[in-house]
């Protein structure tokens, strides 16, 4: 069996799946107030043209997106593993969906160069829109932590008769024995620990799940030297992708931050997007 292979027989025990979904969940109650309370207070600074406090509001902003990235990562993670999660199906363009998301964080990360190849053809798939976008960014946000600035992360979809392909490439200097495997046992044996640490991994392995949650997998190959490649599938939906819905794409910016808020550094200025 070889690595990849090995990626595709993770899996958490329940109990610790259990407690990461009531830690997550705990901490997404507790942050609801708070960052409502930060949205009010922003507008009135607003209107009253105090520049230099919204500055610090920025400051508080990113740190409690910070905390909701780990919130939703450990929730999602524990539902997945515990079959609690729902597989809703509707008919989405993987080019569209990839093409969206590239050209948001291409605005967004300036030290990565990010590229994007669509795939030919129907690369239709079935899933919510919102779930397959937390896929593909928990996998890019793992990328760019592993970039350095000017190294190139290359994403491209490719279409064939039983499944369409995301395949990421990046040339970022990484550690060795990055597996999901390796992040899973680590998890499993520490999650507090995994939990302190900013939950690094966990986007990764909630990315695998909700492929798993769709009939797809993720596969991942990181060398030191090489650089990261990681293999998502999905199966083939040959339903018409003509009775598509209009972009909604827009109103799930606040996603996006959440998820590369680790990118994005304190020094961005939050406030104009939310």
């Known amino acids: 069996m070889d690595e990849r292979e090995k990626n595709n027989s993770i899996e958490l025990s329940a109990d610790t799946a259990r407690m990461l979904r009531n830690i997550g969940s705990a901490m997404r109650e507790a942050l609801n107030g708070s960052m409502a309370a930060a949205e009010l207070l922003g507008r009135r600074l607003e209107k009253e043209g105090r520049e230099n406090e919204r500055d610090y509001l920025a400051?508080?902003?990113?740190?409690?997106?910070?905390?909701?990235?780990?919130?939703?990562?450990?929730?999602?993670?524990?539902?997945?593993?515990?079959?609690?999660?729902?597989?809703?199906?509707?008919?989405?363009?993987?080019?569209?969906?990839?093409?969206?998301?590239?050209?948001?964080?291409?605005?967004?990360?300036?030290?990565?160069?990010?590229?994007?190849?669509?795939?030919?053809?129907?690369?239709?798939?079935?899933?919510?829109?919102?779930?397959?976008e937390a896929m593909i960014l928990n996998v890019l946000a793992y990328s760019l932590q592993r970039c350095r600035a000017g190294d190139v992360i290359r994403l491209r979809v490719e279409s064939r008769e039983e499944a369409v392909y995301l395949i990421l490439r990046d040339n970022g200097a990484g550690q060795e024995g990055e597996t999901l495997s390796a992040l899973c046992s680590a998890l499993e044996s520490d999650p507090v620990r995994g939990i302190a640490e900013g939950g690094a991994g966990l986007g990764l392995l909630v990315a695998e799940g909700i492929a798993r949650l769709y009939g797809g997998s993720l596969l991942l190959s990181a060398d030191r030297d090489?650089?990261?490649?990681?293999?998502?599938?999905?199966?083939?939906?040959?339903?018409?992708?003509?009775?598509?819905?209009?972009?909604?794409?827009?109103?799930?910016?606040?996603?996006?931050?959440?998820?590369?808020?680790?990118?994005?550094?304190r020094e961005k200025y939050m406030a104009p997007y939310l």
């Open 226 to 265: 090489a650089g990261m490649e990681a293999v998502l599938s999905l199966p083939h939906c040959q339903t018409s992708l003509l009775r598509l819905p209009a972009g909604e794409y827009g109103r799930r910016l606040r996603g996006i931050l959440t998820i590369l808020s680790n990118e994005l550094g």
């Open 59 to 132: 400051v508080m902003r990113h740190d409690q997106h910070r905390l909701l990235r780990i919130a939703e990562n450990l929730t999602e993670l524990g539902e997945l593993t515990l079959g609690e999660a729902q597989a809703e199906q509707s008919v989405q363009d993987l080019n569209q969906i990839c093409g969206e998301l590239v050209d948001t964080v291409s605005a967004m990360v300036d030290r990565v160069r990010l590229e994007f190849t669509p795939g030919r053809g129907s690369c239709g798939v079935s899933g919510s829109r919102d779930r397959l």
